[in-house]
Structures are given as structure tokens and as C-alpha cells.
């Protein structure tokens, strides 16, 4: 059964850094499009960054475009979300997602919590 677990989620003060990981397990991951989502308290999921399994390109929500990186490493099975200059606005449960080949969100992690004080 395939596994994705998140981890690096906690506590910061607005302007501070953050990076989150996603550790896969039981799937090719080189195969899989990873995203992150996230859902803040009594809004819907939403996205925030995706990097792509054949080129490695990414995509950003406009709202975290300049100071959030997606990142991944085929080699560790593991893909990372790099915050920087947090907002109170990002506070949120943080999922990393996979899609083999692309093809729609077929795996999620169980959520990581940021909390961004002001």
C-alpha cells in the first residue's frame, strides 16, 4: 500500500521559514507528480505547488509564488516544500499528494499543521 508521510510541520513566527517533507513509500516515485495542498480552518483544499515526474517543472498558487520552492529527490523517494516569508494567511493542514504519470491525485499523506503567528 502506498505511503505518503509528512513530516517539518510546527510553530512560526510570520516572516520565518519552514521546509516540509513528504516521504513515499511503496510506489516508483520517479513515475509520480507530487503536489502540495493545504486547508485552512473551515475553508476547502486548496493548491499550492506541484513538480512533475518527467521534467521536473513545477507550478505555484499564486498566493506562495516567490517565497514557497517545491522540490524533490528521486533518490530518497522524498519531496520537499520549502516556505519562506510566512504569512498568518498560510496557516493551514499541509498535504503532499502523488499522480502517476500525471494522471490525477490518486495518493494523499494524512496532513502536517503550520501554524503562523503574527
Known amino acids: 500500500q502506498v505511503q505518503l508521510v509528512e513530516s517539518g510541520g510546527g510553530l512560526v513566527q510570520a516572516g520565518g521559514s519552514l521546509r516540509l517533507s513528504c516521504a513515499a513509500s511503496?510506489?516508483?516515485?520517479?513515475?509520480?507528480?507530487m503536489g502540495w495542498f493545504r486547508q485552512a480552518p473551515g475553508k476547502e483544499r486548496e493548491f499550492v505547488a506541484t513538480?512533475?515526474?518527467?521534467?521536473?517543472?513545477?507550478d505555484y498558487a499564486d498566493s506562495v509564488k516567490g517565497r514557497f520552492t517545491i522540490s524533490r529527490d528521486n533518490a530518497k523517494n522524498t519531496v520537499y516544500l520549502h516556505m519562506n516569508t510566512l504569512k498568518p494567511e498560510d496557516t493551514a493542514v499541509y498535504y503532499c499528494?502523488?499522480?502517476?504519470?500525471?494522471?490525477?491525485?490518486?495518493?494523499w499523506g494524512q496532513g502536517t499543521q503550520i501554524i503562523v503567528s503574527s
Open positions: 499528494a502523488g499522480a502517476l504519470y500525471s494522471t490525477g491525485w490518486s495518493h
Open positions: 513538480i512533475r515526474w518527467s521534467s521536473g517543472s513545477t
Open positions: 511503496r510506489l516508483t516515485f520517479s513515475k509520480y507528480t
